[in-house]
């Protein structure tokens, strides 16, 4: 078996049951939100699309990478700060 197939079979027999129903989808709202995370600055991609799932689902997003998703106007919790 390949390490793809290895790696995917991984995946679907024991990442998403033991995830079943906590995984947020990307849809094309989280697109637009990510999008405009890009405006007037480019933002990194990993963390526009990590801001725009917090955003769209009105989470508290838990990061000690503060600075850097500061400006995506989410509620953040650096879980490393004495509260």
Request: glycine share 4%; charged share 25%.
């Amino acid at each position: 078996m390949s390490q793809g197939a290895v790696l995917r079979e991984w995946l679907d027999t024991v990442v998403k049951p033991a995830f079943e129903g906590r995984i947020l989808p990307i849809d094309e709202a989280t697109a637009e939100i990510c999008a405009a995370l890009h405006i007037p600055d480019h933002a990194p991609e990993n963390d526009s699309w990590i801001a725009a799932t917090a955003k769209q689902h009105r989470l508290i997003l838990v990061t000690r990478n503060i600075k850097d998703m500061d400006r995506a106007g989410v509620k953040l919790l650096n879980p490393f700060e004495a509260a």
